[in-house]
């Protein structure tokens, strides 16, 4: 079964720096392109960040542009969310996307972020 | 970049159909057929109903459909049952190879 497990999320201040990863299997990572996608609570989701099979191409949201950087590592099948400078408005549920949008797409459980001092 | 625009409510009873529109630009919707369609019950990661505008992924009830004109795209849900009762979001590709959602529309089974 696919399976996809987020982890790294916590409390953080204004201005810090959290990495979250996402745990792949099931299925062949590497064949895929993968995103993350968040949702404050309560609020609608917003498209965060794609990364491509190559593993150098990336496309972000202009709200995490420049602040965030998306990695993929092949060989342990895990996608990482580098995140930098965060603000109160990054607080948000967090979660990584297989196929996101296609025929095969598959959601992890999320993380939780939280931005506040 | 502003959201893809939905109605913030729908309701309908058990049995009726509803449709739930999802108004983009030039820039997304219009423009291209990858727009997806997600259902999501409380405290649960979303669900994908529709993709490429109104393809089903395997295990969807085709009492879930999808279409699309111009700007705007829709998603059709016939013969409510009151597990259909949940958050809807619709997501668009756009021409700055990104993604927007709509903001969400709650569909109430009364």
């Known amino acids: 079964d696919v399976q996809l497990v987020e982890s790294g999320g916590g409390l953080v201040q204004p201005g810090g720096s959290l990495r979250l990863s996402c745990a792949a299997s099931?299925?062949?990572?590497?064949?895929?392109?993968t995103h993350w996608v968040r949702q404050a609570p309560g609020k609608g989701l917003v498209w965060v960040s794609v990364?491509?099979?190559?593993?150098?191409?990336?496309t972000y949201a202009d709200s995490v542009k420049g602040r965030f950087t998306v990695s993929r590592d092949d060989a342990t099948n895990t996608l990482y969310l580098q995140m930098n400078c965060l603000r109160a408005d990054d607080s948000a549920v967090y979660y990584c996307?297989?196929?996101?949008?296609?025929?095969?797409?598959?959601w992890g459980q999320g993380t939780l972020v939280i931005v506040s001092s | 970049q502003s959201a893809l625009t939905q109605p913030a409510s729908v309701s309908g009873s058990p049995g009726q159909s509803i449709t739930i529109s999802c108004t983009g630009t030039?820039?997304?919707?219009?423009?291209?057929?990858?727009v997806s369609w997600y259902q999501q019950h409380p405290g649960k990661a979303p669900k994908l109903m529709i993709y490429?505008?109104?393809e089903r992924p395997s295990g969807i009830s085709n009492r879930f459909s999808g279409s699309k004109s111009g700007n705007t795209a829709s998603l059709t849900i016939s013969g409510l049952q009151a597990e259909d009762e949940a958050d809807y979001h619709c997501?668009?590709?756009?021409?700055?190879?990104?993604?927007?959602f709509g903001g969400g529309t709650k569909l109430t089974v009364l």
């Open positions: 990364i491509k099979t190559d593993g150098r191409s990336a």
């Open positions: 997501t668009s590709y756009t021409n700055r190879g990104t993604y927007m």
């Open positions: 099931g299925f062949t990572f590497s064949g895929y392109w």
């Open positions: 030039s820039s997304d919707v219009c423009a291209y057929k990858y």
């Open positions: 490429d505008v109104s």
């Open positions: 996307i297989k196929d996101f949008g296609g025929p095969e797409d598959s």
